[in-house]
């Protein structure tokens, strides 16, 4: 049953409350998890605190109330445009995340295509099968078709598949650089020429490699060119809260002029409330990420955003070259930068995840194929060694062998049968259920493998979506 306390809690329980609870939230902070969180290191962490908690309580709603807050925008703004060869027509705006950024993009060609081309719904985005989900969330909000696209063998898109695939609807061409899977950069050339010469939109995904792969290219490193430079991307989206180090809750929205931005705002001006404004999809944008954002920005400056990716992209090839060397181990595709993903035709993945896992090792699960994925940044760096020592001895064990399956593995090919004969009532209490097991962290020590081995082996697709909803309601 909800309640509410009666009497407020002092200043000095909350305190220790927090100690309490972030304990197992800063597990993190040893270096041993790919992905998630992206600390730049104390020292530096000390500059957006500060910004932070000055700007705290302000919002960037109404332009007049924080100039500041405006001003820091720009400022944003104007030097991630500089990062990827922007001239002075490209703009854009902050936002939350990745997800608004691409939310932005879609809402803006779609706009675009009603005002300017004057194309009247269905309106169809072509998108490569590797894209982030949140272009298909974008999709089912907007009401816009997605139409996904088979990726070449080298998981990269295809643009001969895509150029096929467009049509009188279609709006917007997409790709990644790089796609959060494979961390493989897509032929953004080749895309966005196909889009320029038949008239449409292209966005670039580069919410993962923003921050990242222009301080690569000047390191050395060969990136293939997917920005500015290319004259048939209009738009790319930046997470500053990666490898910018950032705090969590800013991304970044470039358009190759303000015309194309101005298709993102809101305007009501017939409110009794008075003339209502909005550039992004929120209302209220919190002051504090943004004014941290700029802080960063301006202390590391390009050496140090050079520093930073020297220092991750060597710990990732000395990664990449222990993985290699088990023998048993196959990294997917030749990803240009720190994101990375690994398999085996010998060795049950999801199992040596749970094993790794119970040695403190967090990696993400992937599916389509069965496969482990890491994402190196700054927290990582030092820990090469000690991975690379872990995954050898797990990678020659004969327990994780394939020729050994996992109990997991064999309960969830029963689960398939099962999901066509039990009915659709105890299956979604079964999955509530589970979720509330999952949310106290059972499976904290392993068991991750029962979950993508359950996901991998269910043919219908719609009663794992049933399912995973379920769970999900049943962890909150």
């Known amino acids: 049953m909800n309640s509410f306390q009666k009497k407020g809690t002092s200043f000095s329980v909350l305190e220790k409350e927090l100690k309490s609870v972030m304990e197992r939230d800063r597990i993190w902070e040893n270096g041993k998890t790919f992905g998630f969180v ?36 720009k400022e944003i703004i104007g030097m991630t445009a500089a990062m990827v060869h922007g001239n002075s027509k490209v703009t854009g705006t902050v936002t939350t995340g990745g997800t608004e950024s691409i939310f932005s993009a879609l809402k803006v060609a779609r706009d675009y295509s009603r005002e300017v081309k004057k194309a009247s719904a269905p309106f169809e985005v072509i998108l490569p099968d590797t894209v982030h989900p949140a272009f298909l969330k974008a999709c089912h909000i907007l009401c816009l078709n997605p139409v996904t696209v088979p990726v070449r063998k080298d998981k990269r898109a295809d643009p001969e598949a895509m150029e096929k695939a467009i049509t009188a609807n279609t709006i917007l061409l997409t790709c990644s650089a790089p796609c959060f899977p494979y961390g493989v950069v897509d032929p953004v050339q080749d895309i966005s020429e196909i889009a320029r010469n038949k ?56 358009y190759r002029d303000h015309e194309l931005r101005m298709k993102q705002f809101f305007i009501y001006t017939d409110w009794c409330g008075g003339i ?43 990664i990449k070259a222990g993985i290699t060397r088990t023998g048993v181990l196959n990294i997917i595709s030749d990803p240009e930068m720190s994101v990375l993903a690994f398999t085996s035709d010998t060795i049950n993945i999801y199992a040596l995840g749970d094993a790794l896992k119970v040695r403190g090792w967090n990696l993400d699960r992937l599916q389509f194929p069965k496969a482990l994925h890491m994402t190196v940044n700054r927290l990582n760096v030092g820990k090469e060694d000690a991975f690379i020592k872990d995954i050898t001895e797990l990678a020659s064990s004969e327990k994780l062998s394939i020729k050994h399956p996992v109990q997991s593995e064999l309960t969830s090919k029963l689960a398939d049968k099962l999901t066509n ?41 719609k009663s794992l979506k049933k399912m995973v909803l379920n769970m999900i309601d049943g962890m909150y």
């Open 276 to 318: 209502y404004g909005s550039t992004t999809f929120q209302g209220t944008r919190e002051g504090g990420p943004m004014a941290a954002c700029r802080a960063i920005m301006c202390h590391l400056g390009r050496e140090g955003y050079r520093k930073l990716a020297k220092e991750v992209m060597e710990t990732t090839l000395k």
């Open 38 to 73: 992206y600390h730049p290191g104390n020292e530096i962490a000390q500059i957006t605190s500060m910004y932070y908690n000055a700007y705290m309580y302000n919002s960037n709603l109404n332009p007049f109330i924080s100039p500041s807050l405006r001003k820091y925008e």
């Open 421 to 461: 004969l039990i009915p659709e009532g105890v299956i979604k209490n079964t999955a509530r259920l589970t979720g509330s097991i999952l949310s106290d962290n059972k499976l904290e020590n392993g068991g991750m493998a029962s979950l993508y081995n359950l996901s991998a082996s269910i043919k219908n697709r």
């Open 199 to 254: 008239g449409l939109l292209c966005h670039v995904d580069a919410c993962m490699g923003g921050y990242m792969l222009p301080f690569l290219e000047d390191l050395g490193f060969k990136i293939p060119i997917f920005d500015f430079r290319i004259p048939g991307v209009t738009s790319i989206s930046m997470d500053a809260h990666k490898y910018g180090y950032a705090p969590k809750g800013v991304s970044v929205i470039l």
